[in-house]
């Protein structure tokens, strides 16, 4: 099968690859929320069972300034099972890590645009609930004109073990 009858993905959310993932674990002050890993890594797996099918995953780290006191977290590369792990570079500040992150998110969008050039079946799906590139993502997808399916399986009302 050519590269150009695959169908190319562009995963975006704040899923780890697993084992970035368990070293996170070890070094956070709080618990992680597990069942966000374990959903968007189930479609991921899912999706990757296809013979058809390339799987680049855009990933934001799922810890904050209250986890992890680290501040300055470079872009680190992960391939696995076929899927390539892209985690994010960021400052870990309040807000300033969302700008990053949602910067970098936007460069390697482009870059995996311009990769997947000739290819007409290539797909965006991205975590709704990750408001901070959501917006950014859906415009920049419409310009590009590249098909994207949102996934949203919380409702931030609800997402808050406080309520």
Known sequence: MSENSK?????????????????????????MQYSI??????????????KNVKIDALCGLPINRKNIKKIIFKKIIVKNKNVKYIHMRFIN?????????????????????????????????????????????????????IKKVAIVADIYGYMSDKI
């Open 7 to 31: 169908i190319n993905i562009l995963y975006i959310s704040s899923v780890c690859a697993d084992e970035l993932y368990k070293e996170l674990e070890k070094n956070v002050k709080e618990p």
């Open 93 to 145: 500040l309040p807000i300033v890590k969302q700008i990053s992150i949602c910067m970098g998110m936007v460069c390697d969008l482009i870059k995996w645009n311009k990769q997947n050039k000739g290819n007409k079946n290539k797909i965006i799906i991205f975590d709704a609930s990750y408001i901070t590139i959501t917006p950014v993502l859906v415009f920049i997808s419409k310009i590009l004109k």
């Open 37 to 50: 890993q374990k959903f968007h890594n189930s479609i991921i797996n899912g999706l990757n069972k296809s």
